[in-house]
């Protein structure tokens, strides 16, 4: 009779599928096989780290070893620290900088690659990559290379070869370090510093005609921005910045040259069809700038001083140089300014004397919020058609007026309304013909004084559309068109009289206000200044 399985699988809801291992009985022949197989897997690791030791001694007439020592450097986050020697695996004794290349990696096993030598004939690096396994207790770690690799540098078309035979692509060395050992010795260059990783070097030799010129010949600190010029010619570095050699020589003693480079590397990469802006695409550097490489050494030099009138004041910014900052801003490279209209208004000169200048003056914090407030000013006054005041001492009070004008929008009856109450006026001019007291001729005139003499007026417009109020203009009479003082009139009495920023009157303009007012018979309930 067949056993009935469905029967036995319901007789109980709990099956313990882990039993079924378990249940097997191991023979001693198996447990002796397991246990050959383990043997021989030691002595296998044991044999490779053995030949790894031996590859890594290895050498030919076309090699070139690196002169320091290989330390793994393991960072735990559990645990102390652990170095350990690449070549023995033991842990690392008196390791330091000056004698080890460290690699740093924070697991207990894994693979990294390491620059191991060069092969000058080639003009090239040669590499190895390692399978690393620290033990549980931190006492050893067993390196074995998995494979070594000749990547070519100055024939920098040519694909690398590996050491496996297995066929590469043209690969990053990103995480092999620097390349100034490589360049010391390949360029004889023995005092080399300058901090060149060999995608840098990569870069540069592919686009760069003039690369062997920079490394040998230009300051380290402007070393890696140099290299990543597009060069089609190799030429002296006073030639590919458009430099006369005297202009150059002179930056380098002044220590500017590596603003003046970035400086130049921002204009050229902010304009034209490559560009990332937006609006500068139509656009030249011509169109924006129409300095003189003397010119610029002398801004470089005045935003050096500035920068000192910034420290003092505790105004902060958010790049290594002062010119940087507001060129990205001038140019709309910074998103935040993308389309800020300073070039329509200043030449950049002008625009860091007076940004600096007043972001000091005023009280502000950062230069970014300056330029945020002028930023917003400049668009009103586009959108609104009134002309900016560019250089006022009050940005943020003229900003502020401006908003609240910007929200006045009077009716079409009450424009007519304002107009009517000046339709009988008639300008007076003081006898000794030196001020003429005028009237506005729309409600967009009093808008403009307020913008160009920086006050409120503006928001008396209802007053005077309802007739509570008049708004009157002194002007000088040799220039009718600009503002001077701002009058109010009530009741048959001049209540308010207001120059640039709210000043008050002077001694002459009170008389010339005192002469009007007798004139058309009004009272005067101001007082002048001095």
């Not at 986050?77 to 990696?105: S, W, Y």
């Not at 078309?157 to 692509?169: E, H, I």
């Not at 070097?201 to 005609?209: F, G, H, M, T, W």
């Not at 920023?501 to 058309?520: Q, V, Y």
Request: aromatic share 12%.
């Amino acid at each position: 009779m067949s056993t009935n399985y469905i029967a036995e699988f319901y007789k109980t809801a709990d099956h313990n599928y882990e039993d079924f291992f378990t249940s097997y009985v191991d023979t001693e022949a198996i447990y002796n096989i397991n246990k050959d197989i383990k043997s021989l897997n030691d002595q296998l690791e044991t044999k490779r780290e053995e030949l790894s030791r031996l590859y890594a001694k290895r050498y030919n007439a076309k090699f070139t070893p690196v002169e320091k020592r290989f330390i793994l450097h393991y960072e735990s986050r559990m645990a102390a620290d652990a170095e350990f020697d690449v070549l023995t695996g033991a842990p690392a004794v008196d390791a330091n900088d000056e004698t080890c290349k460290f690699i740093q990696v924070s697991r207990k096993a894994g693979e990294f690659e390491v620059v191991v030598g060069y092969s000058f004939p080639l003009g090239a690096v040669v590499s190895r990559k390692y399978n690393y396994k620290i033990a549980t207790n931190n006492s050893r770690c067993a390196f074995t290379i998995i494979s070594e690799t000749v990547t070519p540098i100055l024939e920098y078309n040519a694909l690398p070869v590996c050491s496996n035979g297995l066929p590469l692509r043209r690969r990053s060395l990103y995480n092999t370090g620097l390349a100034d050992d490589f360049i010391r010795q390949m360029y004889d260059i023995p005092d080399f510093k300058g901090g060149v990783t060999y995608n840098t070097l990569d870069e540069s030799l592919r686009n760069n005609a003039s690369t062997e010129v920079i490394l040998k010949t230009a300051p380290m600190d402007c070393m890696k921005t140099l290299l990543s010029f597009k060069v089609d010619k190799a030429e002296p570095i006073h030639k590919i910045l458009g430099l006369p050699k005297a202009d150059y020589d002179s930056l380098i003693e002044k220590g500017y040259l590596k603003e003046f480079v970035i400086i130049t590397q921002l204009i050229n990469g902010s304009f034209g069809d490559n560009c990332s802006i937006t609006r500068n695409k139509d656009y030249t550097p011509s169109d924006f700038f129409h300095y003189t490489n003397s010119e610029w050494i002398d801004i470089i030099e005045k935003a050096h001083y500035w920068k000192e009138e910034l420290s003092f004041n505790q105004v902060a910014y958010n790049e290594d140089f002062l010119t940087i900052a507001l060129l990205k801003a001038y140019v709309g490279y910074t998103y935040n300014f993308r389309e800020a209209l300073f070039y329509k208004h200043y030449s950049f000169g002008k625009f860091m004397d007076y940004v600096c200048e007043e972001s000091c003056n005023q009280g502000f914090q950062s230069l970014e919020s300056f330029l945020g407030v002028l930023k917003d000013y400049l668009s009103m006054c586009e959108t609104m058609g009134v002309k900016p005041s560019l250089y006022t001492c009050y940005l943020k009070q003229t900003h502020d007026i401006l908003t609240r004008n910007y929200k006045i929008n009077p009716t079409e009856a009450q424009k007519v309304s304002f107009a009517k109450h000046y339709e009988d006026y008639k300008d007076y001019t003081t006898k000794d013909k030196k001020y003429v007291v005028t009237h506005p001729a729309t409600i967009d005139d009093v808008k403009q004084e307020g913008y160009n003499l920086n006050h409120c007026v503006a928001s008396y417009i209802l007053k005077c559309c309802q007739g509570l109020s008049r708004i009157l203009f002194l002007r000088d009479a040799k220039t009718k068109t600009q503002s001077l003082v701002t009058i109010e009139i009530v009741n048959k009495s001049i209540v308010q009289a207001r120059g640039a920023s709210n000043r008050p009157i002077t001694t002459e303009e009170f008389k010339a206000l005192c002469e009007f007012a007798k004139e058309r018979k009004l009272n005067v309930r101001v007082s002048p200044r001095d």
